[in-house]
């Protein structure tokens, strides 16, 4: 059974920095491109950050220059700098483009 369990997420203020981590448990995660996927309130899930099994990484123009996407053998990550206001939303990893059922999200909420 697939599992994706995002965490790390929480309220700061504006400026702040926060790193997100994800598991995933039923998928042999070395051989999968992943990304990070944002839902503001509102609006359509869409992607941050991606990155290839060979560690290539793309961007939203959005968050390019502040967030950074990386992973290790078992976990996925987003290191998230300079937050604003915008960035608030529900924060998601999935495959890239996304294929897998959708974990439960982690809250990040950026305070101005």
């Known amino acids: 059974q697939v599992k994706l369990v995002e965490s790390g997420g929480g309220l700061v203020q504006a400026g702040g920095s926060l790193r997100l981590s994800c598991a995933t448990s039923g998928i042999a995660f070395s051989f999968y491109d992943m990304g990070w996927y944002r839902q503001a309130p509102g609006k359509q899930r869409e992607m941050v950050a991606a990155?290839?099994?060979?560690?290539a990484t793309n961007y939203a123009d959005s968050v390019t220059g502040r967030f950074t996407i990386s992973r290790d053998n078992t976990k996925l990550y987003l290191q998230m700098t300079s937050l604003k206001p915008e960035d608030t939303g529900v924060y998601y990893c999935?495959?890239?483009?996304?294929?897998?059922?959708w974990g439960q999200g982690t809250q990040v909420t950026v305070s101005s």
């Open positions: 990155i290839t099994v060979g560690e």
């Open positions: 999935n495959e890239s483009p996304s294929s897998l059922p």
